[in-house]
């Protein structure tokens, strides 16, 4: 998905701000600030609320010249955006933080760490756990999207849920044509499946139906093996009929719906598994990276053991940085 880039409306600035920058012109006539694409602006950011008066997220400059603008936040390149809401010492801790983990794991990919938790304490104490990370790249010829998920759930001590689920697709683009070609790999371990542990890997051809600026709509079909191990053993040759929905609803929502069915190829459609996820992401606070994701993911098996649901459905919440 590509980014919007609305033109929203100025927001007057506040007295404190015309006095700061009345008294420390210099300050910013010395300070560069990034563009999205890639020009530097002599211009020092204003810490503010982030936002215009219709809620779309802003970067207001202090120009030497010009005095104080306002852009869209699209305008101007993420690490110059500043932490909305956050003190100093916050957001240096956060770019601290992010800086040591982008040099040393998938350096110059974009990046996102989730988490929620939810828990009740009376007759019985529950604790439920999600937690994410998400990393990509794209460019003209390569298209990289790798995800990991970990769901674990208590019950007065004891685990009634530990489930790692780990996806790695690599997409090769060509220049020009909507068809592209595409490998998958896959891992899960759930404590509590017959067969604990599991390793996928496919390949096949993809095609993007739409993408523009707020759509994005993609297809898989492909063939692989899965291999199940830790308990039940099994080997099985798959399919794979894959489709990939994105759609920005505003600059700060968005939604996306994936949606992957592998086919057991023998026998030949007897059996199947269909993979379902929806992600519903909305921003907190513009430029800080926060956002709050509501999702539900859900794996039906058509033959499962007895004593098992042939749905695997879990839903959650949880805060997201994105750097």
């Known amino acids: 998905m590509k980014n919007l880039s609305g033109r929203p409306l100025p927001s007057p600035p506040s007295l404190a701000l015309l006095i700061a920058a009345g008294l420390a012109p210099a300050a910013a006539a010395n300070a560069q600030v990034e563009l999205a694409n890639g020009d530097t602006l002599d211009a020092a950011v204003v810490p503010t609320d982030g936002v215009d008066e219709e809620g779309n997220p802003v970067v207001t400059l202090d120009h030497p010249s010009l005095g104080l603008i306002t852009v869209p936040a699209s305008a101007v390149a993420p690490e110059d955006r500043g932490v909305s809401g956050a003190s100093g010492t916050a957001a240096e801790a956060a770019n601290a933080m992010t800086e040591v983990i982008d040099s040393v794991l998938f350096p110059g990919w974009d990046k996102t760490l989730s988490a929620g938790f939810n828990g009740r304490t ?23 999207d790798v995800k990991a998920d970990y769901f674990r759930a208590t019950e007065d001590g004891e685990a009634t849920e530990s489930n790692l689920i780990f996806r790695a697709d690599r997409d090769w683009l060509v220049p020009g044509e909507d068809y592209f070609y595409f490998a998958r790999g896959t891992a899960e371990y759930d404590q509590f499946e017959a067969w604990e542990q599991r390793l996928g890997l496919y390949g096949g051809v993809g095609y993007q139906f739409l993408d523009d600026d707020r759509h994005s709509l993609l297809g898989r079909v492909g063939v692989g093996a899965i291999y199940e191990f830790g308990g039940n053993e099994d080997f099985t040759v798959e399919g794979l009929i894959g489709i990939e929905y994105a759609y920005q609803i505003t600059e700060n929502q968005s939604i996306e719906l994936r949606n992957t069915t592998y086919p057991a190829l023998d026998p030949f459609f007897a059996e199947f598994r269909n993979v379902t996820e ?46």
């Open 122 to 144: 009376g007759n019985t104490e529950t604790l439920s756990f999600y937690g994410a990370f998400r990393t990509g790249i794209e460019d003209e010829r390569r298209r990289w």
């Open 278 to 323: 929806l992600n519903y992401k909305v921003q907190i606070a513009a430029g800080d990276g926060l956002s709050l994701k509501l999702g539900v993911y859900n794996e039906y098996e058509s033959e499962v053991d007895d004593g098992l649901d042939n749905n695997d459905f879990k839903y959650f919440g949880a805060l997201v940085y994105d750097f």
